[in-house]
Structure formats: structure tokens, C-alpha cells
């Protein structure tokens, strides 16, 4: 069946450190991946897509890398500040046309500790 | 503001009631969607409509019913409201050919069934 996975429940990760958070995924070949940032209370923001034929993606402190034979994604939050903390998700699309919705994994839980 | 509303943010009803959540979003997306977010804040697709045409039913109960009048607008109604049908449901929007940029989301709808 298929299945998204990412790391852990909850990621402690000390400020100005590097924090890496990882989505596996089995059984899907995805056109591309998104991340998102999850705030208690509120929607999910967009962060960084990924497509399937991309390695890697920068935006500011963040970058995200996609290997499809690994069947992997990691997100790196550079220089880390507690106001990463957030659930941050991830998400695929199976198809790079029409109205396809996301296949979000349950998101991992970044503490960013002063 | 450019953004996804919907409204209401908290609807507290009995069993058995029929309720509706409206979504609006004025971004100029051809796409929205319901997702729904349960108690292990797994976040999945319901449904999906493109230009006010249903894409996606994904295996919810029939007593949901979306309904979309214009791009710009889709609705959810709950009929015979059960207790397993408590969560947070998220409207959101995309545009089907600027990936680029993601979905956007609303700041959700706690439904608690009482």
C-alpha cells in the first residue's frame, strides 16, 4: 500500500544548529513534492515544490532535496531560530496535470530550543 | 487581503444536524479543495473541483455533499452529522498550471459533533 513517512514525533533541535527532516515515501511515483509549515491553529503554509526531475531546491535558509531513487526528500532549515517551530509537512502529487490533490505525510513536530 | 477564507472558524451541533461551511477564495485559482484534518492531525484529500467541475470524490461518506457556484467558491454541507465526523476541515485553492507556487490554504473549520 502506499505510504508517506516522516521522521519521528518531535525534533529537538538547538538554535543556530541545522535541522533536517526527512519524507519517505513507498509505493508512489510522485511528479513532484511539496513542503509545508503547519502553525497550531492554522493552515498549512507552502514552503518549497520539488519536481521529480529537480535534485535540489534553495529558498533563503531553507532547502529541500528530492531523490526519487531513494524515494526520499529531505528539508533543511539553515541557522535554525525558535521561530522555525512549527509542523512542517510533506506532500505529493502523483500527477504533473489537472486538478490533482496532495497525499500529505502526518508531519514532524520542529522545536527549535534558544 | 489575497487569501482562502472560510467561515465559520468553530461550529459546535448535535448529532443527527445538517450543517455548512463555506470557502471563498479570491486569488484567481481554478482549483479548490476540502481536506480534512482528524485528531492525529493527519491531514486528507475529500474532495476536488476544477472550474466548478468535481475531479476528486475521494471514499467519504454521501452525507457530504461539496458544492461549488463559481471558481471562486466551494461549499461543504454535512448532512445526519455523526461523532467520528469531529475534526478540522481546510479549504484550498491552486492554480492548476503555476504549480510553482503551491496551494493555499484556509485557517480552517473545527467541527465538534456533540
Known amino acids: 500500500s502506499q505510504k508517506i513517512e516522516q521522521n519521528s514525533e518531535a525534533l529537538n533541535i538547538q538554535e543556530g544548529k541545522t535541522a533536517t527532516l526527512t519524507c519517505n515515501y513507498t509505493n508512489y511515483s510522485p511528479a513532484y513534492l511539496q513542503w509545508y509549515r503547519q502553525d497550531p491553529g492554522r493552515g498549512p503554509v507552502f514552503l518549497l515544490l520539488i519536481r521529480e526531475n529537480e535534485k535540489e531546491k534553495r529558498k533563503e535558509r531553507l532547502k529541500v532535496t528530492f531523490d526519487t531513487t531513494l524515494k526520499q526528500s529531505l528539508f533543511h532549515i539553515t541557522a535554525s531560530q525558535p521561530a522555525d517551530s512549527a509542523t512542517y509537512l510533506c506532500?505529493?502529487?502523483?500527477?504533473?496535470?489537472?486538478?490533482?490533490?496532495?497525499?500529505f505525510g502526518k508531519g514532524t513536530h520542529l522545536i527549535i530550543q534558544p | 487581503d489575497t487569501a482562502v477564507s472560510q467561515t465559520p472558524k468553530y461550529l459546535v451541533t448535535q448529532m443527527g444536524n445538517d450543517k455548512s461551511i463555506k470557502c471563498e477564495q479570491n486569488?484567481?485559482?481554478?482549483?479548490m479543495y476540502w481536506y480534512k484534518q482528524d485528531s492525529k492531525k493527519f491531514l486528507k484529500i475529500m474532495f476536488s473541483?476544477?472550474?466548478?467541475?468535481?475531479?476528486i470524490n475521494e471514499t467519504v461518506p454521501n452525507r457530504f455533499s461539496p458544492k461549488s457556484p463559481d471558481k471562486a467558491h466551494l461549499n461543504l454541507h454535512i448532512n445526519s452529522l455523526e461523532l467520528g465526523d469531529s475534526a478540522v476541515y481546510f479549504c484550498?485553492?491552486?492554480?492548476?498550471?503555476?504549480?510553482?507556487?503551491?496551494?493555499?490554504f484556509g485557517s480552517g473549520t473545527r467541527l465538534t459533533v456533540v
Open positions: 473541483y476544477n472550474n466548478k467541475e468535481l475531479i
Open positions: 506532500a505529493l502529487a502523483l500527477s504533473g496535470g489537472g486538478a490533482d490533490g496532495l497525499t
Open positions: 484550498a485553492s491552486s492554480h492548476t498550471r503555476e504549480r510553482r507556487y503551491g496551494y493555499t
Open positions: 486569488l484567481g485559482h481554478d482549483t
